[in-house]
Nanobody, 121 residues
């Protein structure tokens, strides 16, 4: 079964740091695009950051300068490093990636299961 498996998350104090991981499980040909979203109950899902195949990154204004997205192609894994965390960063974080399952197949969007990040003293 091909899926995205998240790890990390938890409770941190304001100003602290946390690192989230998202690993593609199963046999895939490539990961063509990656990103992170977050959502709180009753509110819209928010795009946090993306990284392209060429390594270019984009960040929401609310996290720019504090969050960093990176990837390890050999491990089929990408990460979200979160620094200088604020209470308003509290949310369920979801990873997302376009996976190519075969060399001649199109890509399909997969979602991680989500992980809770709580920033509180």
């Amino acid at each position: 079964q091909v899926q995205l498996v998240q790890s990390g998350g938890g409770l941190v104090q304001p100003g602290g740091s946390l690192r989230l991981s998202c690993a593609a499980s199963g046999s895939i040909f490539s990961i063509d695009a990656m990103g992170w979203y977050r959502q709180v109950p009753g509110k819209q899902r928010e795009l946090v950051t993306t990284i392209t195949n060429g390594g270019n990154t984009n960040y929401a204004d609310s996290v720019k300068g504090r969050f960093t997205i990176s990837r390890d192609n050999a491990k089929n894994t990408f990460y979200l490093q979160m620094n200088s965390l604020k209470p308003e960063d509290t949310a369920v974080y979801y990873c997302n990636a376009n996976l190519r399952l075969g060399e001649r197949s199109p890509t399909y969007r997969y979602w991680g299961q989500g992980t809770q990040v709580t920033v509180s003293s």
